[in-house]
């Protein structure tokens, strides 16, 4: 595996940020799997616990107030929201789990059909698992994490609203992550802090994503 400093050097940054300029669009919004795209382009997913901010680090890392719909309500991303990146790479925006407010059926619903795209994918590179800085990890982000373990499904962990902590809790919260990392098989070793607000690791993150486009 290469060296973090390689990945992240300002040639590949450059190289990423020029990428997240080119055209990007909406393609469609998925609610059960016989719907899914007939498309040869690498795909990278984005999950997380209800407002945990996964519209907001799609807008920020395109530099794009409304391409996501962003709310204060947990669980208005209902469905995979599927975006094209300059006919190079699919983004999708997956229905944020654990939201317990929903019916019971609603939330079941949902939890398939995140579980089922996650597990049967063929052109799925990697999952940018979304976590709380403030929250850090919780029960039900271990049991996906375990699923994606299970499915060989390659993921990141992603902070986020670390605008919101102090440098040293968000510090702490990554060595915890760190540690729980070592327990599971398919997780990416390195952890991305960010802030779609402050701009805080988005150039990482632009770069990650950049670096499985065939």
């Known amino acids: 595996m290469e060296q973090t400093e390689d990945r992240y050097s300002p040639a590949r940054l450059r190289a990423a940020d020029e990428l997240f300029r080119r055209p990007v669009s909406f393609v469609l919004s998925v609610a059960n799997l016989s719907q899914l795209p007939l498309s040869e382009l690498d795909e990278g997913a984005f999950a997380g616990r209800s407002n945990v901010g996964k519209s907001s680090i799609i807008n920020a890392l395109f530099n794009k107030k409304k391409l996501a719909k962003t709310s204060n309500t947990p669980g208005r991303t209902q469905q995979l929201n599927y975006f094209n990146l300059d006919n190079r790479l699919h983004l999708v925006d997956l229905p944020g789990y654990g939201y317990a407010e929903a019916p019971d059926k609603l939330v ?7 579980f089922d795209y ?20 919780k029960k039900v982000d271990k049991e996906v994490m375990e699923m994606l373990d299970k499915a060989a499904v390659t993921y990141q962990l992603i902070l986020t609203k670390t605008d919101k902590i102090s440098a040293k809790e968000c510090m702490a919260q990554e060595q915890k992550l760190k540690a729980e990392l070592k327990n599971h098989a398919a997780a990416y070793p390195e952890i991305i802090a960010t802030s779609s607000v402050k701009n805080l690791g988005l150039d990482h993150l632009r770069a990650e994503i950049a670096s499985f486009i065939r």
């Open 108 to 114: 079941k619903q949902w939890q398939k059909l995140i």
């Open 118 to 137: 996650l597990r049967g994918r063929v052109n799925l590179k990697r999952v940018f698992l979304l976590i709380d800085s403030r929250h850090g990890l």
